[in-house]
């Protein structure tokens, strides 16, 4: 949404100044991001989850936002950026400025000055677009390396700019556990699988542009909790022990790293409580292995 959201807004328009606050959100020295001033934007794209503003002369602004940054418009040639001391870096337009903001104590979003379209390779990774892929060419992605389903939809040299929380809904509209291999699957589930992911992006992608558009057809920029990793219609991502909208099942998580990732049992993993490295550990043999008797049931 971003990328509709800043397109009518910045494509142009010149950049006035721009501003970093966080001296570790600018990834480029070479060219400097005070190279952009005086440089109108020819477009708005995307790579992957990285948002591309491409200025005349073929200069390109990457932004990744990662987990927890997020952007925010202030409109008005004399708007001042949103954020306070959340405030990464801006970039002032005669109709606007644009902020990006991040409110984690692990600053990791990022933003890279490129020269030259050629530039732009290193961030390409190879990932097949689902929405526009048949499911021949999805099995044929799916099937380049034996992974479980999970760590497969989020890996981007497969598939392009399928995150944590959608991968969850896209595993659970399908029927899939997440812990299943890509080897496993039968050529039914492939296209189960391939016809959940349109589905799931796709329908997610109307439903936010609906609700961010106006009455005149306008789309508004997104405001603070409007982009985020979890959502009231969301089945299952985010949902840990609420009860699954399709079978009332108790919403069960594993817990990774820093993320975690949500699934039914009912629906997905035929009654089986998958096993979180961490409280596995801790409970060992009492460790929870069946849905009966889990909290909800």
């Not at 503003?53 to 949103?82: N, Q």
């Not at 899939?176 to 080897?183: A, D, E, G, I, Q």
């Not at 820093?258 to 409970?283: H, I, M, W």
């Amino acid at each position: 949404m971003y990328i509709e959201a800043l397109r009518p807004r910045v494509v142009g328009f010149g950049v006035d100044r721009v501003r970093v606050t966080s001296p570790f959100v600018l990834r480029t020295v070479e060219p400097p991001f005070e190279a952009v001033v005086g440089r109108r934007v020819v477009g708005v794209s995307r790579i992957g989850k990285r948002i591309v503003l491409e200025m005349e002369g073929e200069l390109f602004v990457v932004m990744h936002l990662m987990i927890a940054a997020r952007l925010r418009w202030a409109e008005g040639p004399d708007a001042r950026p949103f954020g306070g001391r959340h405030m990464l870096a801006s970039l002032h337009f005669a109709a606007g400025a644009l902020s990006m903001l991040e409110a984690s104590k692990q600053k990791r979003a990022s933003v890279h000055v490129v020269a030259g379209r050629e530039g732009l390779g290193q961030f390409q990774r190879g990932g097949l677009d689902v929405l526009g892929a048949s499911d021949a060419e999805f099995g044929a992605a799916l099937a380049r390396e034996r992974h479980t389903l999970k760590r497969a939809l989020t890996d981007p040299r497969l598939f392009d700019g399928i995150g944590n929380s959608f991968s969850d809904e896209i595993l659970h509209a399908a029927r899939l556990s997440p812990f299943k291999l890509t080897t496993a699957l039968t050529p039914a589930e492939v296209s189960g699988l391939a016809s959940a992911c349109r589905g799931v992006l796709a329908g997610w992608t109307d439903r936010l542009r609906a609700e961010l558009t106006d009455g005149s057809g306008w789309l508004r920029f997104p405001g603070p909790g409007e982009i985020t990793a979890f959502r009231p219609g969301f089945a299952v991502h985010g949902r840990y022990r609420l009860p699954c909208p399709a079978c009332a099942t108790p919403v069960q998580r594993v817990v990774f790293s820093e993320r975690e990732f949500n699934y039914c049992p009912g629906c997905q993993t035929g009654g089986k409580v998958l096993a979180d490295r961490s409280l596995s550990r801790l409970f060992r043999e009492d460790w929870q292995k069946v849905v009966e008797g889990l909290e909800g049931k």
